[in-house]
């Protein structure tokens, strides 16, 4: 079992060092446009130089301390307090379906409103004319 744990480990960087590559945004790869790169860590994944010079250059890493990556990037807003979002329903409120489903109700609570009085001069031993 001993014998399987170097394959394993670079099988493990090969794939950490792929994923990296395909979820790193455009402008965050150094030196090669990223399509090279990640033909670079497919090709020479097996003998670890695609992964390593992947790590290495290929991706501008952050300090950790808030450097120059990471003032680039926001912070994550939950949907219910992001006003951009809260926006974005509301224009994607479409009023002509609403109008639709307005009278649509209106026609549901006509026919409920008419089924109730039928079954009212039913009860009372009043027969509901056929029409």
Known sequence: M???LPFLLVLALWIYAFIDCLNTPEEE???LP????VIIVLLFGEVLIGPVAWLVAGKARGT???GAAGSRR?????????????????DDAN?????????????WEADLRRREE????????DEPKQP
């Open 2 to 4: 001993l014998r399987y």
């Open 29 to 31: 790869v150094k030196h």
């Open 34 to 37: 990223k399509v090279v790169w």
């Open 64 to 66: 950790g301390s808030g």
């Open 74 to 90: 926001t912070q994550w807003v939950a949907p219910d307090d992001n006003p951009d979002f809260l926006k974005s329903l509301k």
């Open 95 to 107: 009023p002509p379906q609403k109008e639709k489903d307005e009278a649509l109700l209106k026609d």
């Open 118 to 125: 039928e079954l009212k001069r039913r009860e009372d031993g």
